[in-house]
Structures are given as C-alpha cells and as structure tokens.
C-alpha cells in the first residue's frame, strides 16, 4: 500500500506542533517530527536533529526508509526573527546586509533539508512538496526587520527557481502570513494587541489544501482581515518602530 510521508521541521514549536496534531490523526500519512530537543513529540515519529549542522541532517535523512512511498510533504515553518532597533543586523560577517544568524536560520536549515532529501528520492517516484512560511511585510522593506525579510525573499527565490527545475517532481509552496499567535511572539510582544492574529489552528486549516493539491509554485497569502488596517501602514517606519516598543514594552535605544 502505497504511503505518504509528512516531514515537520520545528516541531516542538508552536505552529510545527499544530501541523503534527493534525497529520498524525491520518492513519494514510506517516508523520516525522525533527527537532532539536530531546523529548519525543506526541502523535509523530521523532528525530533529533541540528538543521544547522548539514552532514547530521543529511545522515538522518539517508536513514529515513522510502519503501511504498509515493509523496512527501516537507513542512518548515522554522526560522529566526530579530527586531533590529538601530536598523542594522546584529552580526553580518560577509557585509551582505543580512544577519548572520537569521541567514542561517532561515536559508541553510532548508537547504540542509530539501538536499538530502532529493538525494534520497533519487529515481524513485516520489513526488516532494515543500512549504515554508514568511511575513506578509516581507516585501516592505521594514528596517527594523530586514534581515529577516531579505532572508525571507531569498528563501522565495530559491524555492520558485527549484519548481521551475526540477521537471515537475517538486511543488514548492511559500505561505505569506500575518502575525500567528505562537509562543515566541508572546514572549516578544506580550503587550500587543493579538486580536487579529492568526491561531495556528487557523493558520493550518487554511493551509491545508495548497498542500493537498499543490501548484508548481505558489506564494499564498494568509491573513485575519484587521479593520481599518492599510498597506499605508508600512511606509511610517517610526510608527512602526513606537508601535513595537509599546509591544514589547522595551525602551528603544
């Protein structure tokens, strides 16, 4: 009987937790749960694992078994946010404007993912859909966050050039979303006003059918409608820049 296989990076994360409640109640999907930290991830097959450290996350891709199985789905919603209050990245080694840290975070744990994992397909016939997740101000250009944006546009790049070559054998989708209401935007906004943030519930379920029927490549955008809010917004940077402060409840240097 032929299998498919959902692959969850992050997953004792927040959102990565909502998409492995949901696809180990499928008895036709086999959920894998990566992660970094020791203990097991209820509902899923666990696998400890350093997406940073590219050998590792090859070699535990290598030993994941492929037999009956003709689809898998990579979910990724892993990858690193920094507000930079002076405008400027924390730590930018090779002078490109990007954080290093946020690079990482967000482009190599993907790459040391997708692959191995096309290595590992090879020949077979395995179709590959891989989804990853950035912000709906991504093409803004927000200075108090453009590492992450800059890595966020990247990681779009490549996921659209890989559809575009891969002959059909992979869909890649990107999800554009608003503010999801995790626990690492708790703890760095806990004074915000999280009335319109997405649950990740929601964001799941909405997600879901880009991902049960995927296109070649698709940027989706998902969003709880705010009253009143216009892409206006975007363009005050110090607006913004006060708005955070108040959210984070941090006097901005």
């Given at each position: 009987?032929?299998?498919?296989?959902?692959?969850?990076?992050?997953?004792?994360?927040?959102?990565?937790?909502?998409?492995?409640?949901?696809?180990?109640?499928?008895?036709?999907?086999?959920?894998?749960?990566?992660?970094?930290?020791?203990?097991?991830?209820?509902?899923?097959?666990?696998?400890?694992?350093?997406?940073?450290?590219?050998?590792?996350?090859?070699?535990?891709?290598?030993?994941?078994?492929?037999?009956?199985?003709?689809?898998?789905?990579?979910?990724?919603?892993?990858?690193?946010?920094?507000?930079?209050?002076?405008?400027?990245?924390?730590?930018?080694?090779?002078?490109?404007?990007?954080?290093?840290?946020?690079?990482?975070?967000?482009?190599?744990?993907?790459?040391?993912?997708?692959?191995?994992?096309?290595?590992?397909?090879?020949?077979?016939?395995?179709?590959?859909?891989?989804c990853a997740?950035?912000?709906?101000?991504?093409?803004?250009?927000?200075?108090?966050?453009?590492?992450?944006?800059?890595?966020?546009?990247?990681?779009?790049?490549?996921?659209?050039?890989?559809?575009?070559?891969?002959?059909?054998?992979?869909?890649?989708?990107?999800?554009?979303?608003?503010?999801?209401?995790?626990?690492?935007?708790?703890?760095?906004?806990?004074?915000?006003?999280?009335?319109?943030?997405?649950t990740t519930?929601?964001?799941?379920?909405?997600?879901?059918?880009?991902?049960?029927?995927?296109?070649?490549?698709?940027?989706?955008?998902?969003?709880?409608?705010?009253?009143?809010?216009?892409?206006?917004?975007y363009s005050?940077?110090?607006?913004?820049?006060?708005?955070?402060?108040?959210?984070?409840?941090?006097?901005?240097?």
């Amino acid at each position: 009987m032929e299998q498919k296989v959902v692959i969850i990076s992050g997953a004792s994360g927040t959102l990565g937790r909502a998409y492995v409640e949901h696809f180990s109640k499928d008895s036709g999907v086999r959920c894998i749960a990566l992660t970094r930290r020791d203990e097991p991830v209820a509902g899923a097959e666990t696998i400890r694992t350093d997406l940073l450290d590219a050998e590792g996350t090859a070699a535990t891709i290598e030993q994941l078994t492929l037999e009956n199985v003709n689809e898998i789905t990579l979910i990724h919603p892993v990858g690193m946010f920094k507000f930079e209050e002076q405008g400027t990245p924390e730590s930018d080694s090779d002078e490109d404007g990007i954080d290093d840290e946020i690079l990482a975070s967000n482009i190599s744990t993907l790459d040391n993912l997708v692959n191995p994992l096309l290595k590992k397909i090879g020949d077979r016939n395995i179709s590959l859909t891989v989804c990853a997740f950035g912000s709906l101000s991504d093409p803004h250009n927000i200075k108090y966050w453009q590492s992450y944006s800059k890595a966020k546009n990247i990681l779009r790049a490549h996921m659209r050039e890989l559809a575009a070559t891969s002959g059909e054998r992979v869909h890649c989708v990107f999800f554009s979303v608003s503010t999801v209401n995790t626990e690492k935007e708790r703890t760095l906004r806990p004074h915000a006003d999280s009335a319109y943030w997405l649950t990740t519930d929601e964001l799941v379920t909405r997600s879901l059918p880009y991902l049960e029927h995927p296109e070649s490549w698709k940027d989706v955008e998902i969003f709880r409608p705010m009253p009143g809010f216009t892409p206006e917004y975007y363009s005050d940077q110090n607006a913004i820049r006060e708005k955070w402060g108040r959210a984070m409840r941090r006097k901005l240097r």
